[in-house]
């Protein structure tokens, strides 16, 4: 037998398609890896001392969101994200063509002692956003400043939420809210209420908008500097408010005269106060488009 050297040659074309080939299975995966994004998660199932009772969860960020639904469960789970910063995995002028480790640890610290859950994380600068699951019969205490909004789905309890640089949604609720977003909108919608107690919804620069069911009874408070009320119930208004008149003259002080810039009224013949203030923007007081 004579070896062939001829019909043995490869073909230069396969050669290129083949190394064309190759090249791309080795770049492909390390490309993936680098677009993976750059986070972390954390989750943590918390038991109740006792689940046949109402829980309560107060949350508390400084950078960061916070987004919590309710769940048929009797457990708490707590999910924390470490946001990613957005930056390249190259390095800085210093770092040159270093690769840079994300730093993703939440620093997620939670205690639970007779029902009351105490979430948190160490992170200030850097945004932790927090998943939050509960019971549905569960009150909230959650307060953010900077880089996220608050978000509650179908919870029932009383809810104390307070943003300062973010927006509020609380939907399909049920009990009584607070709501305060300094810098941003506050939008509820409300399943059920809980008619024994007041409740309240602030904004410094954000519309406020609340829905309730058709039946509300209240005592509304209401003041905006620089926007209008809209409603769709039958509001019942009431005289102004009396001057609250202080003479200190006889003992050598002043006479003072102040009145109330609030206006007040009532629905369906009133009932809880309601309270709805804000200074720049716009006050909504919806009526469900059906009872609950």
């Not at 002028?93 to 009351?116: C, F, Q, V, W, Y």
Request: one cysteine or more; proline letters at 5%; aromatic letters at 4%.
């Amino acid at each position: 037998m004579y070896w062939n050297a001829k019909a043995s040659t490869p073909n230069p074309s396969h050669l290129r398609t083949l190394a064309i080939l190759l090249l791309l299975h080795l770049c492909l995966p390390w490309r993936a890896q680098s677009q993976a994004p750059a986070t972390s998660e954390d989750r943590v199932t918390v038991p109740l001392t006792d689940s046949s009772r109402p829980a309560v969860v107060k949350a508390s960020l400084v950078a960061g969101g916070i987004t919590v639904k309710a769940y048929a469960g009797k457990e708490v789970m707590v999910e924390a994200r470490a946001r990613s910063s957005g930056t390249s995995d190259k390095g800085d002028d210093k770092g040159g063509k270093m690769k840079r480790i994300p730093l993703t640890a939440t620093g997620l610290s939670i205690e639970e002692e007779n029902n009351r859950v105490r979430i948190a994380v160490e992170s200030v600068e850097r945004p932790v956003d927090l998943s939050i699951t509960v019971p549905v019969r569960t009150s909230l205490i959650l307060k953010t400043v900077n880089k996220g909004d608050i978000s509650v789905t179908g919870v029932d309890g009383e809810i104390d939420v307070n943003d300062v640089n973010g927006s509020v949604t609380l939907t399909n609720v049920s009990g009584t809210a607070v709501a305060h977003a300094l810098n941003g909108r506050v939008l509820v919608t409300f399943h059920r209420i809980n008619r024994e107690k007041p409740m309240a919804f602030s904004s410094l620069n954000g519309d406020i908008d609340v829905t309730f069911p058709v039946d509300l009874k209240a005592n509304l408070t209401l003041t905006s500097d620089r926007g209008e009320v809209y409603s769709d119930f039958d509001i019942q208004m009431q005289a102004p408010t009396k001057p609250i008149v202080e003479d200190a003259r006889s003992q050598g002080g002043k006479y003072r005269v102040h009145l109330d810039k609030s206006i007040h009224g009532t629905i369906n013949g009133g009932g809880q106060e309601l309270q709805f203030k804000n200074f720049q923007g716009s006050i909504y007081i919806r009526k469900a488009t059906k009872s609950p």
